[in-house]
């Protein structure tokens, strides 16, 4: 995490809080790109407040932080919008990280919520708003990507009209093919 973050990142109290600290085996962390500026950001926020409240209320709020890199244009703005949220945040001068961060994880539009592993630093999934949406109590958690065997239970049909299981697939590679004929 340190590589992606650096060593500490700024908290209620100050700067120093370590990235070690929210960092670590199960652990989750969210990196929150906003901006004062920015009306969607503005209305998203306040949800994410929210959310971010009452997950950290559940069985597994402590494995979840969130940190707020911000798009904002002066350091006043920055700390005006950093005053409503709970969680951390990049240092305003960390320009060339928060640049870093944005070119890593593909950032074209705010406000975008990427949440990483917390032990390897890699990306779980970019669709953190849609988790805000879709998952308010946070029962998904941590929120990895279903595998073809989780979306494709139960039996298949081979070519030859036979139902097989899915593991039958295990170590071979698969294509799969949509198609539709309208009349």
Known sequence: MEALL????????????????????????????????????????????????????????????????????????????????????????????????????????IPMLVFVDGSTGKKITDQGRNIVQEDPNGEKFPWEPETIGDILKGSLLSTNGQEVGMDSLDGCILALYFSAHWA
């Not at 700024?10 to 969210?30: F, L, N, Q």
């Open 6 to 109: 650096g060593e500490s990142l700024v908290g209620k109290a100050g700067a120093g809080i370590p990235v070690k600290s929210i960092a670590g085996e199960g652990k989750v962390v969210g990196l929150y790109f906003s901006a004062h500026w920015c009306p969607p950001c503005r209305g998203f926020t306040p949800q994410l407040v929210q959310w971010y409240k009452t997950f950290r209320e559940s069985a597994n709020g402590k494995q979840l932080e969130i940190v707020f890199i911000s798009s904002d244009r002066d350091e006043s703005s920055w700390q005006e919008y950093y005053g409503e949220m709970p969680w951390l945040a990049l240092c305003f001068q960390e320009r060339d990280r928060k640049a870093k961060l944005s070119k890593q994880f593909k950032v074209k539009g």
